[in-house]
Antibody, heavy 122, light 110 residues
Framework: EVQLLESGGHLVQPGGSLRLSCAAA????????MSWVRQAPGKGLEWVSG????????YYADSVKGRFTISRDNSKNTLYLQMNSLRAEDTAVYYC???????????????WGQGTLVTVSS | SYVLTQPPSVSVAPGQTARITCGGN??????VHWYQQKPGQAPVLVVY???DRPSGIPERFSGSNSGNTATLTISRVEAGDEADYYC?????????????FGGGTKLTVL
């Protein structure tokens, strides 16, 4: 059974930093690309970032480029999102999700974690 | 950047057919995926690659994609289908590839 468990979300001040983690189990982690998707309170889904299975390719939404860094440790079956220079508009539930078929970041997301809440406020 | 446009809401009576659209420039040339999200829960993939269903998703859920509009069709709607639905594509552009979600459609079962 595929399991994705996010952690690391909490209250942080504007301008601060936070690292989210996503522990994966139940599939061959290195064989699949992964993504982070966020959802602000009462709003829709927003793609944040994606990384290929071998970590050779990374992609970012314009809204986070230069501030967030996605990475993965295939030996630990864990996905990360380093978030710097946080802003109030980064407040959201952050989901990690698995690409359905591929090592590359193209296609659909077939498994999602339950999310971790990041609140940016003074 | 590529934009996907969904109606904010769709209402349908139980047993009827719901159609949720997703508009985008030449979206027929993209692979479109659909997610269902119920309150307080993570999204669930219900249709991928325009028309395919993951295992466990009822046949009542189907998709189509042509021209500038993709459509998620839910036949014989049930109360349990009430949820937010999102379309998504991976848009390849020369300067900025990325995943794009539509704004979401709230399906209300009357």
């Amino acid at each position: 059974e595929v399991q994705l468990l996010e952690s690391g979300g909490h209250l942080v001040q504007p301008g601060g930093s936070l690292r989210l983690s996503c522990a994966a189990a139940g599939f061959t982690f290195r064989s699949y690309a992964m993504s982070w998707v966020r959802q602000a309170p009462g709003k829709g889904l927003e793609w944040v970032s994606g990384i290929s299975g071998n970590a050779g390719s990374t992609y970012y939404a314009d809204s986070v480029k230069g501030r967030f860094t996605i990475s993965r440790d295939n030996s630990k079956n864990t996905l990360y999102l380093q978030m710097n220079s946080l802003r109030a508009e980064d407040t959201a539930v952050y989901y990690c999700a698995k690409l359905t078929f591929s090592m590359i970041v193209v296609g659909s997301l077939d498994y999602w974690g339950q999310g971790t809440l990041v609140t940016v406020s003074s | 950047s590529y934009v996907l446009t969904q109606p904010p809401s769709v209402s349908v009576a139980p047993g009827q057919t719901a159609r949720i659209t997703c508009g985008g420039n030449n979206i027929g040339g993209e692979s479109v995926h659909w997610y269902q999200q119920k309150p307080g829960q993570a999204p669930v993939l219900v249709v991928y690659d325009d028309t395919d269903r993951p295992s466990g998703i009822p046949e009542r859920f189907s998709g189509s994609n042509s021209g500038n509009t993709a459509t998620l069709t839910i036949s014989r709607v049930e109360a349990g289908d009430e949820a937010d639905y999102y379309c998504q594509v991976w848009h390849t552009s020369s300067d900025h590839p990325g995943m794009v979600f539509g704004g979401g459609t709230k399906l209300t079962v009357l």
